[in-house]
């Protein structure tokens, strides 16, 4: 029985150490994406072209 203490015990200080992992790479910018940003205005929007000429032609 006093192993699963033991047990309980060592998984909380592993669960705390990958949380304050995580924290800390979200904190130093680990997660942020600088290029799609850049690269974003060279794809087409598709969407909103075909839906300005469907709204086009429902109207004429």
């Known amino acids: ?3 699963f203490y033991l047990l309980i015990g060592v998984s909380l ?3 705390l150490i990958f949380l ?3 924290i ?3 904190k130093s910018g680990q997660f942020d994406d ?3 940003p850049s690269i ?3 794809f087409d929007d598709d ?3 075909t839906e300005i000429n ?6 004429t």
């Not at 469907?54 to 109207?59: G, P, R, V």
């Open 13 to 15: 200080l592993a669960a």
């Open 1 to 3: 029985m006093n192993i």
């Open 40 to 42: 974003r205005i060279l």
């Open 47 to 49: 969407n909103t072209d």
């Open 34 to 36: 600088n290029e799609t």
């Open 20 to 22: 304050g992992a995580f």
């Open 24 to 26: 800390w790479a979200v």
């Open 54 to 59: 469907n709204e086009e032609k429902k109207t």
